[in-house]
């Protein structure tokens, strides 16, 4: 498999380097396999649910073969997914699919784990040690250091703006041992983030050490992704008569984005052959893809803080990769947007729990009161030619061709659920009157000293922690 660039598209690469630098130094572009390899019928048309890692072999073997054996593809598939992707009927037309079933309880695991797999299967014969250097408002880091926590030859560094993150997030990123240490830096997101860049550029420090990234922009943290949309789809698409007595619905994912790594993965699951009709990108105040779709004008913003924290996205990375496979045209044919506020999340959250019994967490809910307020009038009234105002929390004015199946009801929604509800207790509590029941190893992590060291927001001296640490190793 070649991979190409969403800024050169005569650029040609392997998964190895695609993987080990992240983004592309020469153009700032980022990486996408130059064609999108099409699923094997024999796995499309199967008609019991295959198992999730079945799936996740069968799918990365397609962009790994060349580089990587089946019996070492499959090991590091068994070794990444000793948890599973549960697809939940909630509802005669809704599953919750659960992504927090990793060791950090969001969906990122499933990125951050096949990367770190990845990278240090492509790195195993140098010599040096690699390191990671990661800045991180709250999921990611925490993902992608129990990612790497224990793999030979990786080293990572977590910078993670000092008391600006949830306790439970705090206490995830601050307690790691061994090969992955954390710095809580004096200063917000940005500042920790431009820490990184500039150690990035500090040629003085690169001669030294080598240094990588781990931030969502790698292609190895988007392709596992898509191994939950095409299992999710196959599973709901073999089961639905039986649960809903509906003869082939419309299957719809509904997508809680912020970066829009997750709806990109579930784009590339569509292209290669993942019976998904549809798709509802579903975000927060922090609207810039609902705002594109509705005008037409991309106009990244600064980040606004809301209840679904990992979705405070002003300016979404993967928009890049999106217009590199569609123009807005051709997405609004099937991708539908909306967006609400802290009290529509509020209101999903408690929505969902008076009509199913099932407890979501903030950001799962911001995709479940997009399915709810579709279902029940949201398109109908686009349909009869009342449209939305984009100023106003619902549906974005563009009708996707699978709108009548909704009206018919013909449609079957799977809302992707990131987070555990246990991570956003107080948000749940305050929505439903009840605290989610903490998961075993959330309840450790409460237990464990903290080992994080503080750091002013000061290049000299992050620097200078980098000069004495890593040379440890
Ligand atoms: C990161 C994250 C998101 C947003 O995913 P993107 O790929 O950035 O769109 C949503 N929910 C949770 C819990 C997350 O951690």
Same mark, same amino acid.
């Not at 019928?41 to 962009?63: H, I, M, Q, W």
């Not at 549809?278 to 803080?305: C, H, I, M």
């Not at 979501?360 to 009869?384: E, F």
């Not at 002013?456 to 922690?465: G, L, R, T």
């Given at each position: 498999?070649?991979?190409?660039?969403?800024r050169?598209?005569?650029?040609?690469?392997?998964?190895?380097?695609?993987?080990?630098?992240?983004?592309? %130094?020469a153009t700032?572009?980022?990486?996408i396999?130059?064609?999108? %390899?099409?699923l094997?019928?024999a $796995?499309?048309?199967?008609?019991y649910?295959?198992?999730?890692? =079945?799936?996740?072999f069968?799918?990365?073997?397609?962009?790994c073969?060349?580089?990587? !054996?089946d019996s070492?593809?499959?090991?590091?598939?068994?070794?990444c997914?000793p948890?599973?992707? !549960?697809? *939940?009927?909630v509802? !005669? *037309?809704?599953?919750? $699919?659960?992504?927090?079933?990793? %060791?950090?309880?969001?969906?990122?695991?499933?990125?951050?784990?096949?990367?770190?797999?990845?990278?240090?299967?492509?790195?195993?014969?140098?010599?040096?040690?690699?390191?990671?250097?990661?800045? @991180?408002?709250?999921?990611?880091?925490?993902?992608?250091?129990?990612?790497?926590?224990?793999?030979?030859?990786?080293?990572?560094?977590?910078?993670?703006?000092k008391?600006?993150?949830s306790?439970?997030q705090?206490?995830?990123?601050?307690?790691?041992?061994?090969?992955?240490?954390?710095?809580?830096?004096?200063?917000n997101? =940005?500042?920790?983030?431009?820490?990184?860049?500039?150690?990035?550029?500090? @040629?003085?420090?690169?001669? /030294?050490?080598? #240094?990588s990234?781990?931030?969502?922009?790698?292609?190895?943290? #988007?392709l596992?992704?898509?191994f939950?949309?095409?299992y999710a789809?196959?599973?709901v698409?073999?089961?639905?008569l039986?649960?809903?007595?509906?003869?082939n619905?419309?299957?719809?994912?509904?997508?809680?984005?912020?970066?829009?790594g997750?709806?990109?993965?579930?784009?590339?699951?569509?292209?290669?052959?993942?019976?998904?009709?549809?798709?509802?990108?579903?975000?927060?105040?922090?609207? @810039?893809?609902?705002?594109?779709?509705?005008?037409?004008?991309?106009?990244?913003?600064?980040?606004?803080?809301?209840?679904?924290?990992?979705? =405070?996205?002003?300016?979404?990375?993967?928009?890049?990769?999106?217009?590199?496979?569609?123009t807005r =045209?051709?997405? /609004?044919?099937?991708?539908?947007?909306?967006?609400?506020?802290?009290?529509? @999340?509020?209101?999903?959250?408690?929505s969902?729990?008076?009509?199913?019994?099932?407890?979501?967490?903030?950001?799962?809910?911001?995709?479940?009161?997009?399915?709810?307020?579709?279902?029940?009038?949201?398109? $109908?009234?686009?349909?009869?030619?009342?449209?939305?105002?984009?100023?106003? %929390?619902?549906?974005?004015?563009?009708?996707p061709?699978?709108?009548?199946?909704?009206?018919?009801? /013909?449609?079957?929604?799977?809302? #992707?659920?990131?987070?555990?509800?246990?991570?956003?207790?107080?948000?749940?509590?305050?929505?439903?009157?009840?605290?989610?029941?903490?998961?075993?190893?959330?309840?450790?992590?409460?237990?464990?000293?903290?080992?994080?060291?503080?750091?002013?927001?000061?290049?000299?001296?992050?620097?200078?922690w $980098?000069q004495?640490?890593?040379?440890?190793?």
């Amino acid at each position: 498999m070649e991979y190409t660039d969403t800024r050169d598209g005569s650029v040609r690469t392997d998964l190895k380097t695609a993987v080990l630098s992240g983004m592309n %130094p020469a153009t700032g572009g980022l990486y996408i396999p130059v064609r999108i %390899p099409r699923l094997d019928d024999a $796995l499309l048309n199967k008609c019991y649910g295959p198992s999730f890692r =079945d799936v996740a072999f069968e799918t990365a073997k397609l962009y790994c073969a060349d580089e990587i !054996p089946d019996s070492d593809l499959q090991e590091i598939i068994a070794d990444c997914y000793p948890f599973n992707a !549960p697809v *939940v009927p909630v509802d !005669p *037309v809704t599953y919750i $699919l659960e992504l927090f079933h990793g %060791p950090t309880c969001a969906f990122k695991d499933f990125g951050a784990r096949f990367m770190a797999r990845l990278m240090a299967y492509f790195n195993r014969e140098e010599k040096k040690p690699l390191h990671i250097l990661v800045a @991180t408002s709250g999921d990611t880091g925490s993902a992608v250091g129990s990612a790497f926590s224990g793999v030979e030859g990786i080293n990572v560094t977590i910078l993670y703006p000092k008391g600006k993150i949830s306790y439970l997030q705090e206490k995830q990123l601050s307690t790691f041992t061994g090969n992955v240490r954390s710095l809580a830096v004096e200063g917000n997101f =940005d500042d920790c983030q431009r820490l990184v860049k500039t150690a990035f550029t500090d @040629t003085a420090l690169r001669k /030294k050490f080598r #240094l990588s990234s781990a931030n969502s922009i790698n292609i190895a943290r #988007l392709l596992p992704q898509s191994f939950y949309y095409v299992y999710a789809a196959l599973s709901v698409k073999c089961r639905s008569l039986h649960d809903n007595k509906i003869e082939n619905p419309s299957i719809i994912a509904i997508v809680p984005s912020g970066n829009f790594g997750n709806l990109t993965s579930g784009l590339i699951a569509q292209k290669m052959g993942a019976p998904i009709t549809g798709f509802v990108a579903a975000t927060n105040v922090n609207k @810039t893809v609902p705002d594109w779709l509705a005008s037409g004008r991309y106009e990244p913003r600064e980040s606004k803080s809301t209840l679904s924290n990992a979705m =405070d996205v002003g300016a979404p990375s993967n928009h890049e990769r999106i217009t590199a496979m569609y123009t807005r =045209d051709e997405l /609004k044919q099937f991708v539908a947007s909306y967006w609400t506020d802290d009290e529509g @999340t509020l209101e999903g959250i408690a929505s969902c729990h008076e009509r199913t019994g099932y407890i979501i967490d903030p950001h799962g809910a911001v995709g479940w009161q997009a399915w709810y307020n579709i279902r029940k009038g949201a398109m $109908l009234k686009l349909m009869s030619g009342f449209p939305n105002s984009s100023e106003n %929390p619902g549906l974005t004015a563009n009708i996707p061709f699978w709108a009548q199946s909704i009206l018919d009801n /013909k449609a079957v929604g799977i809302v #992707l659920e990131t987070a555990h509800p246990a991570k956003f207790g107080e948000t749940v509590k305050r929505a439903t009157g009840r605290e989610p029941a903490i998961p075993d190893r959330l309840e450790k992590i409460l237990n464990l000293p903290d080992r994080s060291v503080s750091i002013k927001n000061d290049y000299a001296e992050f620097s200078k922690w $980098l000069q004495k640490n890593l040379s440890g190793y």
